[in-house]
């Protein structure tokens, strides 16, 4: 809220932006998120990462943290894919090589986004981005995250900058889509790079802060 009235946070989703919104009117937190339907957005998943840097965080910490916004099933299956991914990469359990989404599956509960990542693991290895994105590739998080965790898998093969390139030319929910298959990616093939390209952005004072902050909390 706080950063949110500071006018800190753009390009909020719908659902975030109303529990904000709630939040500010005095609802507690486990009113404030969207439900049905239309709280099927990725915004819970995009920014579940930096919980996969903390050996505490549990199942319940992420079902909480995406229920401040997204009260659905589907949203939180996606939040929990996403910290899973990360995780995988970060202890190596995911190289790059082997199946990232048949590696995620068996730990997810059984929703509607569990069987689009069982499609997509489904494909043939040579299979393209742009294949992939013939499923659904907007801000639905049934089509969002399933989708950018397969372009993730594409970082041995293309690297970062045509991962990215590939991805946004399909279109869709670009933004978040890069955004979460970049996540996943830098976490396996390590952050210089990442960093330095963060560097060069106008808001990179206030990013510094939380990454000095949290780094300390972290490591």
Same mark, same amino acid.
């Given at each position: 809220?706080?950063?949110?009235?500071?006018?800190?946070?753009?390009?909020?989703?719908?659902?975030?932006?109303?529990?904000?919104?709630?939040?500010?009117?005095?609802?507690?937190?486990?009113?404030?998120?969207?439900?049905?339907?239309?709280?099927?957005?990725?915004?819970?998943?995009?920014?579940?990462?930096?919980?996969?840097?903390? &050996?505490?965080?549990?199942?319940?910490?992420? @079902?909480?943290?995406?229920?401040?916004?997204?009260?659905?099933?589907?949203?939180?299956?996606?939040?929990?894919?996403?910290?899973?991914?990360?995780?995988?990469?970060? @202890?190596?359990?995911?190289?790059?090589?082997?199946?990232?989404?048949?590696?995620?599956?068996?730990?997810?509960?059984?929703?509607?986004?569990?069987?689009?990542?069982?499609?997509?693991?489904?494909? &043939?290895?040579?299979?393209?981005?742009?294949?992939?994105?013939?499923?659904?590739?907007?801000?639905?998080?049934?089509?969002?995250?399933?989708?950018?965790?397969?372009?993730?898998?594409? $970082?041995?093969?293309?690297?970062?900058?045509?991962?990215?390139?590939?991805? $946004?030319?399909?279109?869709?929910?670009?933004?978040?889509?890069?955004?979460?298959?970049?996540?996943?990616?830098?976490?396996?093939?390590?952050?210089?790079?990442?960093?330095?390209?963060?560097?060069?952005? &106008?808001?990179?004072?206030?990013?510094?802060?939380? $990454?000095?902050?949290?780094?300390?909390?972290?490591?």
């Amino acid at each position: 809220m706080a950063y949110y009235q500071q006018g800190r946070l753009t390009g909020l989703g719908a659902s975030t932006l109303q529990a904000i919104r709630n939040a500010e009117a005095g609802m507690p937190w486990t009113q404030t998120g969207r439900r049905g339907q239309y709280a099927a957005g990725n915004g819970a998943a995009m920014r579940i990462a930096p919980f996969a840097f903390y &050996p505490a965080t549990t199942r319940q910490t992420i @079902h909480d943290t995406c229920y401040l916004t997204h009260q659905n099933e589907d949203a939180y299956a996606g939040a929990l894919a996403v910290y899973m991914a990360i995780r995988a990469a970060l @202890h190596y359990t995911w190289n790059g090589h082997n199946d990232l989404l048949a590696l995620l599956l068996p730990d997810l509960p059984d929703t509607n986004l569990t069987d689009r990542l069982r499609e997509l693991s489904a494909y &043939p290895p040579d299979a393209t981005i742009t294949e992939a994105a013939r499923l659904g590739n907007n801000g639905h998080v049934v089509n969002s995250v399933p989708f950018a965790l397969f372009c993730a898998t594409k $970082i041995r093969s293309l690297g970062l900058t045509r991962l990215l390139q590939q991805l $946004i030319a399909t279109g869709g929910d670009t933004d978040t889509n890069a955004s979460l298959a970049g996540q996943v990616a830098g976490a396996l093939v390590g952050p210089a790079e990442l960093l330095q390209r963060l560097a060069q952005l &106008p808001e990179y004072p206030w990013i510094k802060e939380i $990454i000095a902050r949290t780094k300390r909390t972290v490591l």
